[in-house]
T-cell receptor, first 113, second 111 residues
Framework: QKEVEQNSGPLSVPEGAIASLNCTYS??????FFWYRQYSGKSPELIMS????GDKEDGRFTAQLNKASQYVSLLIRDSQPSDSATYLC?????????????FGGGTRVLVKP | NAGVTQTPKFRILKIGQSMTLQCTQD?????MYWYRQDPGMGLKLIYY???????DKGEVPNGYNVSRSTTEDFPLRLELAAPSQTSVYFC??????????FGSGTRLTVV
């Protein structure tokens, strides 16, 4: 059973601070990694994808991947109240396996003004 | 460009009833998926399809069925609804190695 683990939170951060979210995965064959943001009652929306070791930055978001340690993280800089949501980590097995994503349980983030 | 469209948005079913959740996409993506999300939990894969005429089971397929007669449509059928199927259902579509585009979801309650 392939697993993706996240701390459920809530992760409470003051406005303007950095939120740091972590995710570990069990399948060493995983090739693609994604972070989704999900507001309460809404569908997940893709915010970051990362495919190789290292950091990837997009605006206030930075994704970090370490395949040797099997973890992927998301940093949110200058956190805003609008960043309050659940963040889902998702791991792709490979395209030969149907391009399926396995999701973690999500980390709830609360940004306090 | 509507992306992925799901209908209905809400539905209440009685135990033993059947229904079809509709999903259609206008992005010409080959890969489509059905997930369920229970309160406070992540998404669990029910069924998926890699192209028209090809479907396969995911992690939690029992009590569900799918078909994929066209690239655009991927309906999910619930037979003999049970309270354990109370959940939010999301349909998604993608191309290889890209993140998914999700529909807005169907909130189903079985009573």
């Amino acid at each position: 059973q392939k697993e993706v683990e996240q701390n459920s939170g809530p992760l409470s951060v003051p406005e303007g601070a950095i939120a740091s979210l972590n995710c570990t995965y069990s399948d060493r064959g995983s090739q693609s990694f994604f972070w989704y943001r999900q507001y309460s009652g809404k569908s997940p929306e893709l915010i970051m994808s990362i495919y190789s070791n290292g950091d990837k930055e997009d605006g206030r978001f930075t994704a970090q991947l370490n395949k040797a340690s099997q973890y992927v993280s998301l940093l949110i800089r200058d956190s805003q109240p609008s960043d309050s949501a659940t963040y889902l980590c998702a791991v792709n097995e490979n395209k030969a396996a149907g391009n399926k994503l396995t999701f973690g349980g999500g980390t709830r983030v609360l940004v306090k003004p | 460009n509507a992306g992925v469209t799901q209908t209905p948005k809400f539905r209440i079913l009685k135990i033993g009833q059947s229904m079809t959740l509709q999903c259609t996409q206008d992005m010409n993506h080959n890969y489509m998926y059905w997930y369920r999300q229970d309160p406070g939990m992540g998404l669990k894969l029910i069924y998926y399809s890699v192209g028209a005429g090809i479907t396969d089971k995911g992690e939690v397929p029992n009590g569900y069925n799918v078909s994929r007669s066209t690239t655009e449509d991927f309906p999910l059928r619930l037979e003999l609804a049970a309270p354990s199927q109370t959940s939010v259902y999301f349909c998604a579509a993608t191309q290889v190695n890209y993140g998914y585009t999700f529909g807005s979801g169907t909130r189903l309650t079985v009573v």
